[in-house]
């Protein structure tokens, strides 16, 4: 494969695809997520909060993309194989998020109790993230194994679209925590990010299939 240069048309679409991705499997209603809001609603440390949590993604997409393009790199047979088991976890993801608009829920953050500590706070945010098996699954095999995919000048463009799509979601849960928790609370809003997250996990699914039958 010819090197692509990163400042070419092709780098755009490289980043949407980790951006759509990493948002995808983000925005889920799940025990980080209720964590953050809280702490915005309470206003208590929510930049540190914030901070760690975007970074904890980033690192980890950043570990299994470049992890996964160097292990990867000289086996097309696996990477093949790896696209076209991720094409159909992301397939079964986006069939997961169409059935669940048919019985939606909603994100309750209790907001009582004491205050947090910075210390207990960052302790519980890192708890949150890194004690849960998803994260390792989504951020590094998942996006680490469809990152991998991308030629080598554009696996950085797919990394960056993925870390902002981390960065751009807990900064919406934090900081704008008070407009968005009465709009988390219905269960309608959650049927249409589900239909968006179900077609767009299909999108990619197909995007994989075809590139693993074409781009190896």
């Known amino acids: 494969m010819d090197p692509i240069a990163p400042t070419s048309t092709a780098a755009w679409p490289v980043f949407f695809q980790g951006l759509a991705l990493s948002f995808g499997l983000i925005v889920a209603i799940g ?6 809001l809280r702490q915005g609603l309470r206003r208590e440390h929510v930049g540190s909060v914030v901070l760690f949590c975007a970074a904890a993604d980033a690192l980890l997409i950043m570990a299994g993309v470049f992890g996964m393009a160097q292990a990867l790199g000289d086996r097309p047979e696996w990477a093949r ?6 094409a159909a976890f992301l397939a079964w993801y986006g069939w997961r998020a169409l059935m669940r608009m048919r019985n ?37 095999l998942l996006v680490g194994s469809m990152g991998a995919q991308q030629a080598p000048p554009l696996q950085g463009w ?46 990619l699914s197909a995007l994989m299939v075809r590139h693993a039958l074409t781009g190896f």
Do not use: C
Request: no cysteine.
């Open 31 to 36: 025990a980080q997520n209720a964590f953050v």
């Open 81 to 86: 194989a790896l696209a076209l088991a991720g």
């Open 104 to 140: 939606p829920d909603r994100l309750q953050v209790a907001s009582g109790g004491e205050g947090l500590k910075r210390a207990a706070a960052m302790a519980q945010a890192a708890a949150f993230t890194l004690l849960n098996p998803h994260v390792y699954l989504d951020t590094v």
């Open 158 to 203: 797919f990394v960056a679209g993925a870390a902002v799509a981390s960065a751009t979601w807990f900064s919406l849960l934090g900081f704008g925590a008070r407009w968005m928790a009465p709009w988390f609370a219905h269960p309608r809003a959650w049927q249409v990010l589900d239909g968006l997250i179900g077609l767009t996990m299909w999108v």
